[in-house]
């Protein structure tokens, strides 16, 4: 495989600062080009704004910051920026004469063995490499906005691109802390895209033919399915005009995939184009839309999901992606809480078939099912109802709704899972995490288990303000007591029980892993009970255990300034028992936990039940919830979530 020391940017706009100071934060020398000195200073100012705020956020040290600064160089001079690189990727604006001409010119400039790729979202990677004479050595790689932030790149082969070429790319993105899947072959719409534009443009045409409305279709999409955000509102993040065009671009090249909705054409052409206008499919004079929740309880999420379920189903046929790639490529790439083969299964696949017979009888051929879902609901496996669907599911892993549960030597590992979410709790969280704690106490074949988080980049980042619906007091007083005896039930189960903060751990999240016996981290991890800041204290027991664990005064400290704590400092208070690497992470806790395992389970169930058996007291954790609720409908609060939403400082007025 190649060795790559070396990336080269071309393009500092949005996407390429963005890929640029991924790259030099990753510890690659990085040279970034554009055409313009305005728009490479522009870069330069956004890539130290986003590294301050890391470092505010203590993702990264100063040092790191200062270093990765000094790895980056702005060049004018498209030479200069890549005679000497090892890796040359391409992020211009989706014009695909320009990206040839970018292409064609770097070609003849690069070093022979220097591996070409392209950041684009819709267009043909075959057709740029054929600009240059390294096709074997071309492919795309495509990042999600923002880069740095977002954990997902697609790596798209063309026909001609080698696996060593793939290879050697899918180190340098993993280096970058990236989630990879590799799209098989050069298809429009690649994977990612390939299911959203059915699902956008098929909620449009729900809303053209009079099926629903739009808010109707979002509020399906967020209270019945568990989106981050409704379809329309994704429309109107993303921007319309980015939508239509790529949709245009992938019907272009293949009709069976997108049916282009008139409605975003329209909307483009007037210059609505969502949020950064002002206007899209909402009014955001005033902020985020109000959605109702009752609104979408009669709509059928298959009148909207089933085309791209189609379009998922044509992937696995073709032999694009695997179905594990597809899944994480449409959890991570989208925010879905689950993947659309698992979405699927869940509802049916005979179901899914109905719904797109129903929708090819009266809107044409566009909708035939794609003969893997015929093939397979004629075989009876229709998905969980049946125990068999795209996945099996007559297995030791258990999949619920926000989370799963593998056990493999005596070990259970129960994932929190909505990685597009941080793995933030909501009710139905709570609802589980008590249902599955409960069956795996009485499960004798367990001895130890370990509480997770999905994906790389947290635990748990806390409760999941925007799903949680804060009412009365009272309502919020027995929220919190039922978050209090569900993280409570994990000191009263009588097998050890280890949080493996592989991330994020604020807020709620730091407070089920206080309520475990052991807290292991990753280097990388960030731990706070930071609701102080949002102008509540912690409601889950956390008061009372952060004391216990790390003394009064520290306690205070780090309750009262809302602080965040790195992995290193945690440890020297004893808020967590073991640091690790992050490459090794996993590794590390399974060994603790089977170090466990294999001790006597009865001396361990006594000895957790005398050493929890002095706190917390019933009257200091009532008064925490009591305090908690009250805090929850007071002027500050309110004006310290919305501030967090509209990522701005909170003024609180002690109101």
């Known amino acids: 495989m190649a060795q790559i020391s070396k990336i080269a940017v071309l393009g500092a706009g949005t996407m390429g600062h963005g890929i640029a100071e991924l790259a030099a934060l990753s510890g690659y020398e990085v040279n970034i080009y554009d055409i313009s000195e305005q728009v490479l200073d522009s870069a330069k100012k956004r890539i130290i704004s986003s590294m301050q ?12 910051m200062n270093s990765s600064l000094n790895r980056m160089k702005f060049t004018v001079s498209l030479k200069e920026a890549v005679h000497d690189a090892d890796l040359i990727i391409e992020a211009v604006p989706e014009e695909i004469e320009l990206k040839v001409k970018v292409f064609s010119n770097a070609d003849k400039e690069a070093k022979q063995d220097a591996i070409f790729a392209s950041n684009t979202s819709t267009l043909p990677i075959g057709e740029l490499a054929s600009s240059t004479k390294r096709e074997e050595r071309f492919l795309g790689m495509h990042f999600f906005n923002p880069p740095v932030l ?48 059915p699902l956008l443009n098929e909620a449009a045409w729900c809303v053209v033919r009079g099926e629903a409305t739009v808010e109707q279709i979002d509020s399906m999409a967020l209270y019945k399915v568990g989106l981050p955000m409704g379809i329309f509102e994704l429309a109107d993040f993303t921007g319309i005009d980015v939508i239509y065009k790529a949709g245009v671009a992938v019907s272009s090249r293949d009709p069976s995939n997108v049916l282009v909705a008139p409605i975003f054409k329209e909307m483009f052409e007037s210059g609505k184009l969502g949020q950064k206008t002002g206007a899209g499919f909402y009014d955001y004079s005033k902020g985020r839309p109000t959605i109702a929740k009752e609104a979408g309880k009669d709509v059928d999420p298959l009148i909207v999901f089933s085309p791209a379920i189609n379009a998922a189903a044509w992937l696995l046929r073709n032999f ?10 449409v959890k991570l790439g989208l925010g879905f ?20 017979r129903e929708k090819m009888e009266r809107y044409g051929t566009y909708y035939t099912p794609d003969p893997l879902i015929v093939s397979m609901v004629n075989e009876g496996k229709t998905g969980v109802s049946s125990g068999e669907g795209f996945f099996e599911y007559r297995q030791s892993e258990k999949k619920l709704q926000t989370i799963y549960i593998r056990s493999n030597q005596n070990i259970a590992w129960l994932y929190l899972n909505r990685p597009h979410r941080l793995n933030t709790i909501n009710s139905e969280m709570i609802s589980e995490l008590r249902q ?14 370990v509480i997770t988080g999905e994906g790389e980049r947290a635990f748990s980042a806390g409760a999941d303000l925007a799903g949680i619906n804060l009412g009365s007091q009272m309502d919020i007083f027995s929220m919190s007591r039922e978050w209090y005896e569900t993280f409570s039930s994990i000191e009263q189960i009588s097998k050890p029980v280890i949080a493996a903060i592989n991330g994020l751990a604020l807020g709620g999240g730091l407070e089920l892993a206080l309520a475990c016996d052991f807290r292991l981290a990753s280097r990388d991890a960030v731990l706070g009970l930071t609701e102080t800041r949002l102008g509540l204290i912690p409601g889950a027991g956390g008061t009372q255990r952060l004391a216990k664990i790390v003394g009064l005064a520290r306690a205070k400290e780090m309750v009262m300034l809302g602080e965040r704590l790195s992995a290193e400092d945690a440890e020297k208070i004893g808020l967590v028992n073991h640091v690790y690497n992050k490459e090794e992470f996993k590794q590390m806790v399974e060994s603790f936990a089977l170090k466990l395992a294999k001790m006597p389970p009865l001396a361990l169930s006594l000895a957790k039940k005398s050493i929890n058996s002095s706190y917390p007291s019933t009257k200091a954790e009532l008064f925490e919830a009591a305090a908690f609720s009250l805090l929850a409908v007071t002027k500050d609060a309110s004006e310290g979530i919305q501030a967090m939403f509209e990522k701005r400082e909170p003024e609180f007025k002690g109101e």
């Open 150 to 197: 977002m954990p997902l790149v697609e790596i798209i082969k063309t026909e001609k691109t080698s696996e060593d070429t793939v290879n050697s790319v899918v180190l340098v993105a993993k280096r970058m802390g990236k989630d990879v899947v590799i799209c098989r072959k050069d298809v429009p719409g690649f994977i990612v895209n390939r299911v959203l534009g």
């Open 337 to 356: 809480p689950e993947g659309i083969l698992s979405m699927a299964d869940r509802w049916g696949l005979d179901k899914v078939l109905l719904s797109l």
């Open 53 to 64: 705020k890391l470092l505010e956020k203590k993702r990264i040290s100063q040092e790191t």
């Open 320 to 329: 694009v992606c695997t179905k594990e790639d597809l899944e994480k490529a």
């Open 436 to 449: 599955a704690l409960s069956e795996l106490d009485r499960n004798k074949d367990v001895r130890v288990i």
